[in-house]
Every structure is written in C-alpha cells, then in structure tokens.
C-alpha cells in the first residue's frame, strides 16, 4: 500500500488488461479483486470492461476472451493502458507452452520494447502445479523484450496472492522518484 503524503503526488487512476489462455481463472480473479469473493465465473466471450475502487483509487480492468480464435483482437485493447496482467493456469502443465507462444507475441511484437509493467499471475496455485519459478523460467520471461514484471503465484478460489499481486503492480505503474 501507499503511504498517505506520496498518495498526494501519485496518480488515482488506472487501467489494465487481463489477458492469458482461455480456463486460466482471468475473471475469477477479477471477481476476486472486486469482491475479495470467490465467484464461480462464466466463460467471457469477447471483451468486457469492470471498474471499481481500490484503496481509494479508481481501476478499470479489462477482461477478454482466451479462446484461440479471439487472440488475434488482443492488441486492439492493448491501447493506454497502464500495465498488463497475464493469468496462467499453473495446475495445466500441457498448455505452458502455448501460453509461452501467446505472451511472447504479445510483448515482443506488439507491445515491443517499453516500460508497460507485466504482471504473470500463476492462477490455481492451490492445486498440484508448477511452481512461480517454473513458469518465470518455462515462460522465458527473462528473454522478453519488456524486462519489468513480476511472477506472482495465487489462488483465485481461495484468495491467495491475489492482492500481492495486484498491489506489486500499482507500485510499478507510479512514477519513479528522481
């Protein structure tokens, strides 16, 4: 969290995308971000927005579909926003390579070079999976051209990490102290 004097100078709204293979759990972690909730979700079928109020600040979050055949439009909602969320299903080690493929097309050759923060949420960490380390590494997220991110594990159903997370990746969006 913010101490209250910084708060004063920092900005108060922001903007983020949800993106990441379809089952990965990006709603249920919306839904869980909003409510600190966990609500069974139904499958997104193209793009919806959801803005609320976190620790005093204003969000709007974007959610989009991860079906194979909706990928393509990811970089149309990719325009002004403030840092990306990228949710993988850690529990599916069969699709870590897919979720390799899409995240690498989306940073290297859409988002390119520059300082958009890219937080990986390693969903379903309460189930038997791959470790955050694991992902980081099989992710190839060292190799990527943006190199400001953070791997975090959670659990949407249960709560987990979800706020450590979500708060690592409002401290990346502040403008630095000089």
């Given at each position: 969290?913010?101490?209250?004097?910084?708060?004063?100078?920092?900005?108060?709204?922001?903007s983020?995308?949800l993106l990441?293979?379809?089952?990965?759990?990006?709603?249920?972690?919306?839904?869980?971000?909003?409510?600190?909730?966990?609500?069974?979700?139904?499958?997104?079928?193209?793009?919806?927005?959801?803005?609320?109020?976190?620790?005093?600040?204003?969000?709007?979050l974007a959610?989009?579909?991860?079906?194979k055949?909706?990928?393509?439009?990811?970089?149309?909602?990719?325009?002004?926003?403030?840092?990306?969320?990228?949710?993988?299903?850690?529990?599916?080690?069969?699709?870590?390579?897919?979720s390799?493929?899409?995240?690498?097309?989306?940073?290297?050759?859409?988002?390119?070079?520059t300082?958009?923060?890219?937080?990986?949420?390693?969903?379903?960490?309460?189930?038997?999976?791959?470790?955050?380390?694991?992902?980081?590494?099989?992710?190839?997220?060292k190799?990527?051209?943006?190199?400001?991110?953070?791997?975090?594990g959670?659990?949407?159903?249960?709560?987990?990490?979800?706020?450590?997370?979500?708060?690592?990746?409002?401290?990346?969006?502040?403008?630095?102290?000089?």
């Amino acid at each position: 969290m913010f101490c209250c004097a910084e708060r004063e100078t920092r900005k108060k709204e922001f903007s983020f995308i949800l993106l990441g293979l379809e089952n990965a759990g990006k709603t249920a972690f919306l839904k869980r971000l909003m409510t600190n909730e966990f609500e069974a979700p139904t499958p997104t079928k193209g793009f919806s927005t959801h803005k609320f109020t976190y620790d005093g600040l204003t969000i709007t979050l974007a959610d989009t579909s991860g079906k194979k055949e909706r990928r393509p439009y990811w970089s149309e909602y990719l325009h002004d926003k403030d840092g990306l969320i990228w949710v993988i299903d850690s529990s599916d080690e069969n699709r870590i390579e897919e979720s390799q493929v899409e995240l690498k097309i989306l940073v290297d050759e859409v988002v390119g070079p520059t300082d958009l923060p890219l937080l990986v949420l390693c969903n379903k960490s309460d189930k038997q999976g791959l470790s955050p380390a694991a992902i980081e590494a099989r992710l190839g997220l060292k190799k990527l051209k943006s190199k400001y991110y953070s791997v975090q594990g959670c659990s949407a159903f249960k709560g987990n990490g979800v706020i450590d997370g979500f708060d690592w990746l409002l401290g990346a969006c502040q403008p630095k102290k000089k």
